[in-house]
């Protein structure tokens, strides 16, 4: 399921209400079938969309993906600050798009308790297999996030 139904594929410039109602319509109209797991891509940060998803969904868990940059640790950090003061579960961050390793993301986690689960490569095939879930499913990506996601969780 995807926003892009509201929009037509067009710019949407949602905010405050409309981004909840949205939020509230897609988990309510659609018939989601017998789930094992509802992943839910929300943007970087602590926005609308997190806090309604937080309001709406009592049991959710908190997978955070980042890149591997001091910009997107800021707004992580932000994130799981709230998420702790909120006692929700974190599984954990992963790191994606990593181009050259550093220590950088592992060491801040180190501090909040919450654990590193790896870092996923940049992948240069990943364009041409969007879209395509078998092609996908053969990426040096999904390989990688495979093996991560069976070593953690």
Excluded at 9 to 34: M, Y
Excluded at 57 to 78: D, Q
Excluded at 126 to 143: A, R
Aim: glycine share 4%.
């Amino acid at each position: 399921m995807s926003i892009v139904y509201f929009t037509e594929d067009k710019p949407a410039p949602f905010r405050g209400i409309d981004i909840t109602n949205i939020i509230i319509e897609l988990l309510a109209i659609t018939q989601w079938g017998d789930l094992d797991y509802l992943i839910i891509d929300l943007p970087p940060g602590i926005g609308e969309e997190t806090l309604d998803i937080i309001r709406f969904i009592p049991r959710c868990e908190f997978l955070v993906i980042t890149t591997p940059s001091k910009v997107a640790l800021a707004a992580v950090e932000k994130l799981l600050k709230i998420l702790k003061e909120m006692n929700l579960p974190i599984i954990g961050v992963i790191e994606n798009m990593v181009m050259q390793p550093t220590p950088l993301i592992e060491q801040a986690l180190k501090d909040y308790n919450i654990h590193y689960l790896g870092q996923l490569p940049y992948d240069q095939t990943i364009e041409d297999s969007l879209g395509t879930p078998k092609k996908l499913l053969h990426t040096p990506f999904s390989n990688n996030l495979q093996e991560i996601l069976t070593t953690f969780i």
